[in-house]
């Protein structure tokens, strides 16, 4: 079975300071990883994804996430925080149950990200 | 850019009554999927389909809830009776199946945000 477990529930920083926002994981296969935004009232929009490829991921918006196995993360990061960050991140594991096409993601609870100005 | 519709956005309704939730997902996808977003909480798959079929609906409360997808294109998600606890957003999402693993992502559309009174 797999499992996602965002270590924090609420992270607070600077306008123009770094975003590190903290995700492990657990998963029987390779899996596939993804971090997701929300905004107040909206959806879910893909910000990156790993799939296997580079352990460093480059996303939307200057976001960034590292697959690190030995470690069982998948953090993501961004050099400034701009006050349109703000918002619900969901760090998310997927897997193929094989069949192909049969794809299952679990999400974690979510971090809230508040930009201070 | 295509994107996955949903209506209504928002509905307030009586415990007891029934409601109706409509998804369009993005046209070619063959894969929709319905999720529960308790307020505070990471999304949860309800049911998922592939065309018409479905192919796991091991998380949809079948005594109130049912999902169907007649055409293979729009869904519909329906609660007879709602209850207290339905209060949620529930979120729609497509996938298209690619020629390899992990190379598709699900899409959300905006999400039905559901007030059971």
């Known amino acids: 079975a797999q499992s996602v477990t965002q270590l924090d529930s609420h992270v607070s920083v600077s306008e123009g300071t770094p975003v590190l926002l903290r995700c492990n994981y657990s998963?029987?296969?390779?899996?596939?990883l993804f971090w997701y935004v929300q905004h107040p009232n909206k959806g879910l929009q893909l910000l990156l994804k790993?799939?296997?490829?580079?352990?460093l991921v480059k996303g939307i918006n200057g976001f960034e996430a590292e697959f690190k196995k030995s470690e069982t993360s998948f953090h993501l990061t961004k050099p400034s925080a701009h006050m349109s960050d703000a918002a619900e991140y969901f760090c998310v594991v997927s897997e193929e149950d094989g069949n192909f096409g049969n794809e299952k993601l679990t999400f974690g609870t979510g971090t809230r990200l508040t930009i201070i100005p | 850019e295509a994107e996955v519709a949903q209506s209504p956005r928002y509905k307030i309704t009586e415990k007891s009554q029934a409601v109706a939730f409509w998804c369009d997902p993005i046209s070619g996808h063959a894969t929709l999927y319905w999720y529960r977003q308790i307020l505070g909480q990471g999304p949860e798959l309800l049911v998922q389909f592939q065309d018409e079929s479905v192919v796991d609906d091991s998380q949809l409360p079948k005594d109130r809830f049912s999902a169907e997808r007649l055409k293979g294109v729009d869904s519909t998600l329906k609660i007879q009776p709602a209850e207290l606890g339905d209060s949620a957003m529930y979120l729609c999402?497509?996938?298209?199946?690619?020629?390899?693993?992990?190379?598709?992502?699900?899409?959300f559309g905006p999400g039905t945000r559901l007030t059971v009174l």
């Open positions: 999402a497509s996938r298209q199946i690619g020629r390899e693993w992990g190379t598709d992502t699900q899409y």
């Open positions: 998963s029987s296969y390779s899996p596939s």
């Open positions: 790993y799939t296997s490829a580079a352990t």
